[in-house]
Each structure stands twice: as C-alpha cells, then as structure tokens.
C-alpha cells in the first residue's frame, strides 16, 4: 500500500506564494508519475502538474510559468512550488501517484485546501 500525506495549504493574497508537500510512504517503488490535482467548488478535479522518476514534467496551461513540481526521492517528497498566486488557483489540492502503465492515478492523498483571497 502506498500513502501520501499532503500539508503546506493555507490563506494567502494575491501576487502571493505557497508551497505544498507531499510525502510519501509505503511500496513507493510502485510509483512512477506523481502529480497535483486541484478541485474547486462545483468544478471537477483537474491535473495541475506531474513529474516522473526521471523528472520529466508536465503542466496545465493555467499555471505555466507560475508553478513548478519537484521532487526528493531521498526524501520520498513530492513539491509544488506556486508563485503569483491567483483568486482562479482557489482549491483543494491533491496529491497523486501512478503506477507505470496506468492512465489515472492509482493513489490520492487527503487533500490541502488553498485559498487566494485579499
């Protein structure tokens, strides 16, 4: 089983930053890609960026620029960084992680809830 743990949420003002963590635990080597999700109010989850073992990245064209994911496989710790943060990025972000060969994610996290707001 794999668990992840994510922290980092909070309130912060426009223009600001905010960086989320996610650690990781359990049969890790399982995963290839981790990735964030984020989930507004009424709106589905969407995929905000992803990383692989090899460091390979991916974002969503809203947060190009702005975010970037990284990770510690020392650490088994996942990051997002998020720089001039906007209303719009208002969420409950997520945590993934994918198995080599799967399409979705094969695990989640419990969510951390980011709000941007004066």
């Known amino acids: 089983q794999v668990q992840l743990v994510e922290s980092g949420g909070g309130l912060v003002q426009p223009g600001g930053s905010l960086r989320l963590s996610c650690a990781v635990s359990?049969?890790?080597?399982?995963?290839?890609?981790m990735g964030w999700y984020r989930q507004a109010p009424g709106k589905q989850r969407d995929v905000v960026a992803t990383i692989t073992r090899t460091r390979n990245t991916n974002y969503a064209d809203s947060v190009k620029g702005r975010f970037t994911i990284s990770r510690d496989n020392a650490k088994n710790t996942v990051y997002l960084q998020m720089n001039d943060l906007k209303p719009e990025d208002t969420a409950v972000y997520y945590c993934?992680?994918?198995?080599?060969?799967?399409?979705?994610?094969?695990?989640w996290g419990q969510g951390t809830q980011v709000t941007v707001s004066s």
């Open positions: 993934s992680g994918r198995r080599l060969g799967s399409t979705m994610p094969d695990y």
């Open positions: 359990g049969s890790i080597t399982s995963i290839y890609t």
